[in-house]
């Protein structure tokens, strides 16, 4: 795929993902079929080669996953709720190194819990509270790539909050942008898990490639 295909085609996911987020209560949902999406970008997969494609599998995945990504969005919500409360009541008492620390300690607990759920509901059928511990236990399992990609979100978190000054014009593409960022190491670990001998195949390919240049 390339830039500028790549580029129109999160754009229009972006947009699919907005509109479906207006109800507020499908924001969940909304996001877990922006995941079933971006998980095949990855993956190169013709499906979602065309915009026709990637509103077929969109609105699939949207229809598949309502309960699921209400719970998800739910807990996202109380546990960013709850942070941005501590933080309130840290501020207000007086910040401090320790009180700091705790806080940073509490939104990477958030981010470690919820990191890898939206991919896993999009990609698989599991309990809720099966998803939550499968995403616990794929950041533990896959500490290195999963820390990486997390720096690499909280700069794009960053750069979105920003946005939000000058006419919300990050909204336009950074959302579709962040899910495809976290697909990329999610859909190689899936991929590891179901289909091992296909992993180590690319990781060869990859070492080959890399010795050849």
Do not use: H
Request: aromatic letters at 14%.
């Amino acid at each position: 795929m390339d830039l500028i295909k790549k580029f129109l085609s999160l754009l229009w996911l972006n947009i699919l993902w907005l509109v479906c987020c207006i109800p507020v209560i499908t924001a969940g949902a909304s996001t877990c079929a922006a995941f079933a999406v971006t998980l095949r970008f990855a993956d190169e997969d013709e499906e979602v080669s065309t915009f026709r494609g990637i509103a077929g599998r969109f609105f699939k995945a949207f229809r598949q996953d309502l309960l699921q990504g209400f719970l998800l969005e739910v807990v996202t919500l109380a546990g960013l709720a709850l942070g941005v409360f501590l933080s309130y009541l840290a501020w207000d008492s007086g910040l401090s190194l320790v009180k700091i620390a705790l806080l940073v300690v509490y939104f990477l607990v958030v981010f470690v819990v919820l990191f890898y759920a939206y991919p896993l509901v999009a990609r698989y059928t599991n309990s809720f509270v099966n998803t939550l511990r499968n995403s616990v236990a794929l950041f533990a399992q896959y500490p290195n790539k999963s820390i990486k990609t997390l720096g690499v979100v909280l700069v794009e978190l960053v750069v979105l909050a920003v946005s939000f000054k000058i006419y919300f014009t990050g909204l336009i593409i950074l959302p579709s942008v962040i899910f495809y960022t976290i697909s990329r190491p999610a859909k190689d670990i899936f991929v590891r898990m179901e289909n091992p001998a296909r992993a180590e195949s690319e990781e060869l390919s990859e070492e080959n490639t890399e010795e050849t240049d």
